[in-house]
Protein backbone atom coordinates (compact mmCIF):
# COMPACT_ATOMS: atom_id res chain seq x y z
CA UNK A 1 0.00 0.00 0.00
CA UNK A 2 1.00 3.77 -0.86
CA UNK A 3 0.47 6.95 1.23
CA UNK A 4 -0.27 10.30 -0.52
CA UNK A 5 -0.68 13.01 1.58
CA UNK A 6 -3.32 16.35 0.93
CA UNK A 7 -3.80 19.54 2.83
CA UNK A 8 -7.08 19.88 4.50
CA UNK A 9 -10.38 20.92 4.51
CA UNK A 10 -11.13 18.11 1.47
CA UNK A 11 -14.46 17.19 1.24
CA UNK A 12 -13.77 13.31 -0.08
CA UNK A 13 -18.07 13.23 0.55
CA UNK A 14 -18.63 15.57 -2.57
CA UNK A 15 -15.55 14.16 -4.42
CA UNK A 16 -16.82 10.66 -4.84
CA UNK A 17 -20.25 12.18 -4.89
CA UNK A 18 -18.62 13.71 -8.32
CA UNK A 19 -17.06 10.78 -9.93
CA UNK A 20 -19.76 8.28 -8.97
CA UNK A 21 -22.17 10.47 -11.18
CA UNK A 22 -19.99 9.81 -13.70
CA UNK A 23 -18.34 6.26 -13.27
CA UNK A 24 -18.07 4.47 -16.54
CA UNK A 25 -19.30 1.11 -15.75
CA UNK A 26 -16.28 -1.86 -16.01
CA UNK A 27 -14.12 0.74 -15.72
CA UNK A 28 -15.06 2.31 -12.24
CA UNK A 29 -16.61 1.29 -9.11
CA UNK A 30 -16.98 4.75 -6.50
CA UNK A 31 -18.29 4.17 -3.23
CA UNK A 32 -19.15 6.80 -0.53
CA UNK A 33 -15.71 5.94 1.01
CA UNK A 34 -13.42 4.87 -1.77
CA UNK A 35 -12.84 4.88 -5.52
CA UNK A 36 -12.03 1.51 -7.55
CA UNK A 37 -10.52 1.50 -11.39
CA UNK A 38 -8.80 -0.25 -14.06
CA UNK A 39 -6.05 1.48 -15.89
CA UNK A 40 -3.60 0.96 -18.01
CA UNK A 41 0.24 2.77 -19.04
CA UNK A 42 1.91 1.24 -22.10
CA UNK A 43 1.30 -2.50 -21.62
CA UNK A 44 1.00 -2.19 -17.58
CA UNK A 45 -2.65 -2.60 -16.61
CA UNK A 46 -4.45 -3.36 -13.66
CA UNK A 47 -6.50 -2.16 -10.99
CA UNK A 48 -5.84 0.48 -8.30
CA UNK A 49 -8.15 0.95 -5.37
CA UNK A 50 -8.40 4.58 -3.31
CA UNK A 51 -9.09 4.84 0.25
CA UNK A 52 -8.51 8.16 2.28
CA UNK A 53 -7.73 8.12 5.52
CA UNK A 54 -8.93 11.65 6.50
CA UNK A 55 -7.59 11.29 10.48
CA UNK A 56 -4.25 11.29 8.97
CA UNK A 57 -4.41 13.33 5.73
CA UNK A 58 -3.81 10.73 3.71
CA UNK A 59 -4.94 8.65 0.78
CA UNK A 60 -4.13 5.05 1.04
CA UNK A 61 -3.77 3.82 -2.73
CA UNK A 62 -3.52 -0.10 -3.31
CA UNK A 63 -2.72 -0.99 -6.84
CA UNK A 64 -2.50 -4.90 -8.47
CA UNK A 65 0.54 -6.47 -9.31
CA UNK A 66 0.10 -5.27 -13.32
CA UNK A 67 0.45 -2.08 -12.06
CA UNK A 68 3.43 -2.63 -9.63
CA UNK A 69 5.85 -1.81 -11.97
CA UNK A 70 4.84 1.55 -13.01
CA UNK A 71 4.03 2.49 -9.42
CA UNK A 72 5.65 5.97 -9.59
CA UNK A 73 3.58 7.39 -12.29
CA UNK A 74 -0.07 5.83 -11.61
CA UNK A 75 0.64 7.78 -8.32
CA UNK A 76 0.99 10.75 -10.30
CA UNK A 77 -1.71 10.30 -12.00
CA UNK A 78 -3.93 9.84 -9.26
CA UNK A 79 -2.86 13.25 -7.61
CA UNK A 80 -3.98 14.33 -10.94
CA UNK A 81 -7.60 12.74 -10.33
CA UNK A 82 -8.21 13.72 -7.16
CA UNK A 83 -6.14 17.09 -7.00
CA UNK A 84 -4.16 16.32 -4.14
CA UNK A 85 -1.25 18.77 -4.42
CA UNK A 86 -3.83 21.58 -4.29
CA UNK A 87 -2.87 24.15 -1.63
CA UNK A 88 -6.59 25.24 -0.69
CA UNK A 89 -5.60 27.94 2.15
CA UNK A 90 -4.44 30.22 -0.95
CA UNK A 91 -7.32 29.03 -2.67
CA UNK A 92 -9.66 29.55 -0.31
CA UNK A 93 -8.28 33.26 0.63
CA UNK A 94 -8.29 34.81 -2.94
CA UNK A 95 -12.14 33.44 -3.63
CA UNK A 96 -13.54 34.37 -0.24
CA UNK A 97 -16.74 34.38 0.79
CA UNK A 98 -17.75 32.25 -2.76
CA UNK A 99 -15.58 29.34 -1.01
CA UNK A 100 -16.97 29.65 2.91
CA UNK A 101 -19.64 27.32 2.31
CA UNK A 102 -17.54 24.68 0.58
CA UNK A 103 -13.93 25.02 1.49
CA UNK A 104 -13.42 21.65 0.78
CA UNK A 105 -13.78 21.36 -2.49
CA UNK A 106 -11.26 20.01 -5.22
CA UNK A 107 -11.09 20.59 -8.79
CA UNK A 108 -11.74 16.75 -10.29
CA UNK A 109 -8.92 16.11 -12.55
CA UNK A 110 -8.56 12.46 -14.49
CA UNK A 111 -6.08 9.67 -14.76
CA UNK A 112 -5.94 9.52 -18.82
CA UNK A 113 -5.89 13.14 -20.74
CA UNK A 114 -6.99 11.00 -23.81
CA UNK A 115 -9.93 9.03 -22.11
CA UNK A 116 -11.09 12.57 -20.36
CA UNK A 117 -11.50 14.07 -23.62
CA UNK A 118 -13.16 11.34 -25.22
CA UNK A 119 -15.58 11.07 -22.61
CA UNK A 120 -16.26 15.06 -22.83
CA UNK A 121 -17.10 14.59 -25.99
CA UNK A 122 -19.39 12.02 -25.34
CA UNK A 123 -20.88 14.78 -22.75
CA UNK A 124 -22.13 16.77 -25.31
CA UNK A 125 -25.99 17.58 -25.15
CA UNK A 126 -27.04 14.60 -23.42
CA UNK A 127 -27.09 14.29 -19.38
CA UNK A 128 -24.30 13.15 -16.73
CA UNK A 129 -25.76 9.97 -16.92
CA UNK A 130 -26.40 9.23 -20.35
CA UNK A 131 -22.57 10.09 -20.83
CA UNK A 132 -21.52 7.30 -18.49
CA UNK A 133 -23.73 5.02 -20.11
CA UNK A 134 -22.10 5.82 -23.36
CA UNK A 135 -19.18 5.64 -22.30
CA UNK A 136 -19.26 2.59 -20.56
CA UNK A 137 -20.67 1.09 -23.86
CA UNK A 138 -17.71 2.64 -25.53
CA UNK A 139 -15.70 0.65 -23.44
CA UNK A 140 -17.73 -2.65 -23.73
CA UNK A 141 -17.52 -2.58 -26.63
CA UNK A 142 -13.86 -1.81 -27.85
CA UNK A 143 -11.93 -1.72 -25.02
CA UNK A 144 -10.03 -4.91 -23.93
CA UNK A 145 -10.86 -7.15 -20.90
CA UNK A 146 -8.01 -6.47 -18.18
CA UNK A 147 -6.04 -9.34 -17.80
CA UNK A 148 -5.92 -9.63 -14.57
CA UNK A 149 -9.65 -9.86 -13.74
CA UNK A 150 -11.67 -10.23 -17.36
CA UNK A 151 -14.58 -8.40 -15.65
CA UNK A 152 -13.08 -5.55 -15.53
CA UNK A 153 -12.19 -3.54 -18.98
CA UNK A 154 -9.75 -1.47 -20.43
CA UNK A 155 -10.64 1.99 -21.88
CA UNK A 156 -9.78 2.02 -25.36
CA UNK A 157 -6.72 2.63 -26.73
CA UNK A 158 -6.56 5.50 -29.04
CA UNK A 159 -5.05 3.06 -31.59
CA UNK A 160 -8.61 1.29 -31.44
CA UNK A 161 -10.51 3.87 -31.32
CA UNK A 162 -8.73 5.32 -34.53
CA UNK A 163 -9.25 2.38 -36.63
CA UNK A 164 -12.78 2.65 -36.41
CA UNK A 165 -15.43 4.20 -39.09
CA UNK A 166 -18.44 6.93 -37.44
CA UNK A 167 -21.17 4.20 -38.40
CA UNK A 168 -18.90 1.75 -36.17
CA UNK A 169 -19.24 4.43 -33.14
CA UNK A 170 -23.16 5.64 -34.19
CA UNK A 171 -24.21 2.11 -33.58
CA UNK A 172 -23.49 2.56 -29.96
CA UNK A 173 -26.15 5.61 -29.91
CA UNK A 174 -24.71 8.66 -31.00
CA UNK A 175 -24.58 10.98 -33.64
CA UNK A 176 -22.52 10.21 -37.07
CA UNK A 177 -20.45 13.52 -35.88
CA UNK A 178 -19.83 12.49 -32.93
CA UNK A 179 -18.50 9.66 -33.50
CA UNK A 180 -16.20 11.08 -36.44
CA UNK A 181 -14.96 13.67 -33.49
CA UNK A 182 -13.58 10.68 -31.36
CA UNK A 183 -12.36 9.56 -34.67
CA UNK A 184 -10.33 12.61 -35.51
CA UNK A 185 -8.75 13.14 -31.66
CA UNK A 186 -7.89 9.35 -31.81
CA UNK A 187 -6.22 9.90 -34.66
CA UNK A 188 -4.18 13.09 -33.19
CA UNK A 189 -3.27 10.95 -30.38
CA UNK A 190 -1.84 8.57 -32.16
CA UNK A 191 0.06 11.03 -34.48
CA UNK A 192 1.40 12.53 -31.04
CA UNK A 193 0.30 16.24 -31.93
CA UNK A 194 -2.86 16.10 -29.50
CA UNK A 195 -2.07 18.00 -26.20
CA UNK A 196 -1.54 15.78 -23.20
CA UNK A 197 -0.26 18.43 -20.58
CA UNK A 198 -1.59 21.51 -19.77
CA UNK A 199 0.03 24.54 -22.19
CA UNK A 200 1.68 28.09 -20.76
CA UNK A 201 -1.13 29.40 -22.42
CA UNK A 202 -4.33 27.96 -21.76
CA UNK A 203 -6.12 30.08 -23.96
CA UNK A 204 -4.50 29.32 -26.97
CA UNK A 205 -4.49 25.47 -25.99
CA UNK A 206 -8.36 25.85 -25.96
CA UNK A 207 -8.52 27.88 -29.03
CA UNK A 208 -6.31 25.27 -30.88
CA UNK A 209 -9.06 22.28 -29.79
CA UNK A 210 -11.78 24.13 -31.05
CA UNK A 211 -10.38 23.84 -34.64
CA UNK A 212 -10.84 20.28 -34.29
CA UNK A 213 -13.71 18.60 -35.61
CA UNK A 214 -16.97 18.24 -33.07
CA UNK A 215 -15.32 20.24 -30.54
CA UNK A 216 -16.84 23.34 -29.59
CA UNK A 217 -16.14 25.88 -26.94
CA UNK A 218 -17.86 24.37 -24.41
CA UNK A 219 -15.94 20.92 -24.67
CA UNK A 220 -13.09 22.12 -24.94
CA UNK A 221 -13.12 24.19 -21.74
CA UNK A 222 -14.11 21.41 -20.28
CA UNK A 223 -10.96 19.52 -21.65
CA UNK A 224 -9.06 21.71 -20.18
CA UNK A 225 -10.62 22.25 -16.95
CA UNK A 226 -10.56 18.23 -16.57
CA UNK A 227 -8.29 17.08 -19.06
CA UNK A 228 -5.48 19.95 -18.33
CA UNK A 229 -6.79 20.13 -14.68
CA UNK A 230 -6.20 24.09 -15.60
CA UNK A 231 -6.88 26.29 -12.06
CA UNK A 232 -8.19 29.08 -14.20
CA UNK A 233 -10.49 28.22 -16.46
CA UNK A 234 -14.27 29.83 -16.21
CA UNK A 235 -17.37 28.25 -18.85
CA UNK A 236 -19.16 31.74 -18.96
CA UNK A 237 -21.35 30.09 -21.66
CA UNK A 238 -22.28 26.96 -19.82
CA UNK A 239 -26.40 26.82 -19.13
CA UNK A 240 -25.82 26.53 -15.15
CA UNK A 241 -23.37 29.44 -15.53
CA UNK A 242 -25.70 31.66 -17.06
CA UNK A 243 -28.65 30.67 -15.26
CA UNK A 244 -26.44 31.86 -12.26
CA UNK A 245 -25.97 34.95 -13.74
CA UNK A 246 -29.74 36.26 -14.98
CA UNK A 247 -29.43 39.40 -17.37
CA UNK A 248 -25.73 38.94 -18.38
CA UNK A 249 -24.32 37.87 -21.51
CA UNK A 250 -21.27 35.17 -21.11
CA UNK A 251 -18.99 38.32 -22.14
CA UNK A 252 -20.29 40.20 -19.00
CA UNK A 253 -19.84 36.46 -17.11
CA UNK A 254 -16.43 36.34 -18.36
CA UNK A 255 -15.41 39.96 -17.29
CA UNK A 256 -17.03 39.60 -13.35
CA UNK A 257 -15.23 36.09 -13.22
CA UNK A 258 -12.11 37.85 -13.83
CA UNK A 259 -12.40 39.23 -10.05
CA UNK A 260 -11.36 35.20 -9.36
CA UNK A 261 -8.49 34.96 -11.59
CA UNK A 262 -6.23 32.85 -11.30
CA UNK A 263 -8.40 30.57 -9.75
CA UNK A 264 -11.66 30.37 -11.49
CA UNK A 265 -11.22 26.71 -12.04
CA UNK A 266 -12.26 26.37 -8.38
CA UNK A 267 -14.86 29.63 -8.57
CA UNK A 268 -16.85 27.58 -11.08
CA UNK A 269 -16.93 24.69 -9.45
CA UNK A 270 -18.24 26.48 -6.56
CA UNK A 271 -21.24 28.20 -7.97
CA UNK A 272 -21.84 25.27 -10.40
CA UNK A 273 -22.63 23.56 -6.29
CA UNK A 274 -23.65 26.06 -4.19
CA UNK A 275 -27.62 26.65 -4.36
CA UNK A 276 -29.02 29.66 -4.44
CA UNK A 277 -25.87 31.58 -5.18
CA UNK A 278 -26.34 35.21 -6.87
CA UNK A 279 -23.89 37.61 -8.19
CA UNK A 280 -22.63 40.58 -6.19
CA UNK A 281 -24.11 43.69 -8.64
CA UNK A 282 -24.93 47.30 -7.42
CA UNK A 283 -28.09 48.49 -7.96
Not at 37 to 58: I, K, M, N, W
Not at 156 to 165: D, G, I, Q, Y
Not at 266 to 279: D, K, Q, R, V
Request: with cysteine.
Amino acid sequence: MYQLNYNPPYDWQWMFGFLAGRAVSGIETVSETSYCRSFALGHYQGLLTLVPDEAACQLNVTLSAGLQPVASEVLERIKQLLDLECQPQIILESLGDLSAARPGLRLPGCMDTFEQSIRAILGQLVSVAMAAKLASKLAQAFGEPMAEDPNWRIFPTPERLASLSPEQLKALGMPLKRGEAIIHLARLMVAGVFPQQCPADVEQGVKVLTTYPGIGRWTANYIALRGWQASDVFLADDYLIKQRFPGMTPAQIRRYADRWKPWRSYALLHIWYSEGWHPDIPD
